[in-house]
Every structure is written in structure tokens, then in C-alpha cells.
């Protein structure tokens, strides 16, 4: 099983929807600066910065500079230990499924 550190940290900084947004803005865009970031988004460039230092904090997003642009990617990887951990609770579920599955076709032949 991952690291509790790396669980932790991913989900500390995706449990704010505000960065959640510009986390999905960043996957949806493959590449984006702050400012393209900011603009419409309705949040200050210091709280996308802000946002940008936790996902980045927690391995989910890389940084390219070019020139004075910051250009920002997500880290497909930087999710492997969330996905890794839920995988763990997928086996007790698909379980617990295929009992609900069993004990209906009993019940309603």
C-alpha cells in the first residue's frame, strides 16, 4: 500500500474545490499558464498561485519555465498512490456487490 504521507497530501490538496478546478483546467488544457489560469476563473492570480504550490507540493502538477512564463502540466502519476489505495477498497466493494447480487437473485428468482 502507498505511503500515508502521499495519500494524505493528495487529498488534503484535492479537498478544496477551488483547486480542484484549476487542477481539472490544467488536465483539460495539457498546458496553461497562471494568467491564462486566472483569467475568467473568478480567483485572484495570488490564490491560483497559491493553489499551484499545493498541487505541485502534493505531485500532481509540474512546472516549464519559458522565458518569464510559468507554464503548468498535471502529473498523471501523481495520482498513481490515491488510485492505488482505492483499488485496495475496490476488492471489499466488488465483493460486497456481488453478495447484494446473490441475495436478490434468492430473493427474486
Known amino acids: ?32 499558464n497562471v494568467g491564462d489560469l486566472v483569467s475568467g476563473s473568478g480567483v485572484t492570480q495570488s490564490a491560483v498561485s497559491q493553489h499551484l504550490r499545493s498541487l505541485k507540493r502534493a505531485g500532481l502538477i509540474a512546472d516549464r519555465w519559458q522565458g518569464r512564463n510559468v507554464f503548468y502540466r498535471a502529473k498523471p502519476k501523481g495520482l498513481a498512490p490515491l488510485v492505488d489505495w482505492m ?23
Open 1 to 32: 500500500m502507498p505511503s500515508t504521507a502521499s495519500i494524505d497530501a493528495i487529498m488534503r490538496s484535492l479537498a478544496d474545490p477551488t483547486r480542484r478546478a484549476v487542477f481539472e483546467r490544467i488536465i483539460q488544457s495539457g498546458e496553461i
Open 87 to 109: 483499488s485496495h477498497y475496490g476488492i471489499f466493494w466488488r465483493e460486497r456487490v456481488a453478495n447484494l447480487r446473490t441475495l436478490l437473485k434468492e430473493i427474486d428468482p
